[in-house]
């Protein structure tokens, strides 16, 4: 298997722009997670989804950030209209199973600059 | 609600140098806990991880963490490390939902 695979690997954007980041998970994996990392508040999950389902979205910062996921196989998070301080390394990592302490898998990251 | 901290923000050992870093969660009921490792321009990869059963855990490169269920704690040690092992440390918690808890990291330098 490949892994979980993000693209783009890099983005540079104005500010106002939309930005979509797109995730593509292990196949066979029920669970996506969407995190952003910066160096001031480190690691935080941003939304994740079950069966491609959104469970939990409570870490969304605000009604710009939004994120899809309408199969199994793909899933979006989508920034209209980006800011600055949305500057940050995105990842997405998938796992299986329910309540179960499985490993969650993480892409490589996206790493976006918003000018 | 459940919360990691990682009191070492930055560690600087020479090679050869013993290592451990300090992990606690806040959570009354039972946890799963995970070492992941993030090298330099890398994503997170697992290191260990600790379900139940012998609280002394045994990952990939000579890591092994130990869980402390009375001070909990979860504390990552390696008797000599590397220059190799130069990277970012998160150690993450999970309770009753899915959702990983990551603690805001140690970053660790190691000088030849």
């Known amino acids: 298997d490949a892994g979980v695979i993000q693209s783009p690997r890099h983005e540079v954007t104005e500010m106002g722009q939309e930005v979509t980041l797109r995730c593509k998970p292990i196949?066979?994996?029920?669970?996506l997670f969407w995190y952003r990392q910066t160096m001031m508040r480190g690691l935080e999950l941003l939304i994740y989804?079950?069966?491609?389902?959104?469970?939990?979205d409570s870490g969304m910062p605000e009604d710009r950030f939004s994120a899809k996921m309408p199969n199994a196989s793909f899933s979006t998070l989508k920034i209209q209209p980006s800011e600055p301080r949305d500057s940050a390394v995105y990842f997405c990592?998938?796992?299986?199973?329910?309540?179960?302490?499985?490993?969650?898998?993480f892409g490589p990251g996206t790493r976006l600059t918003v000018l | 609600a459940q919360s990691v901290s990682q009191h070492n923000h930055h560690v600087i050992l020479s090679e050869a140098a013993s290592l451990e870093l300090g992990c606690n969660y806040s959570?009354?009921?039972?946890?799963?806990l995970f070492w992941y490792v993030q090298y330099p321009g890398q994503h997170l990869q697992l290191l260990l991880k600790?379900?139940?059963?012998?609280?002394l855990v045994k990952g990939i490169k000579g890591f092994e963490a130990e869980f402390i269920k009375s001070k909990f704690s979860f504390n990552l040690r390696k008797p000599s490390v590397q220059w190799s092992d130069t990277a970012e440390y998160f150690c993450?918690?999970?309770?009753?939902?899915?959702?990983?808890?990551f603690g805001t990291g140690t970053r660790l330098q190691v000088f030849p």
């Open positions: 990592a998938s796992s299986l199973g329910v309540l179960s302490s499985n490993e969650q898998f």
């Open positions: 196949s066979g994996h029920d669970y």
């Open positions: 989804f079950n069966n491609n389902v959104p469970i939990d």
């Open positions: 959570y009354g009921g039972t946890v799963n």
């Open positions: 600790y379900f139940s059963g012998d609280p």
């Open positions: 993450a918690v999970r309770g009753n939902t899915d959702k990983l808890i």
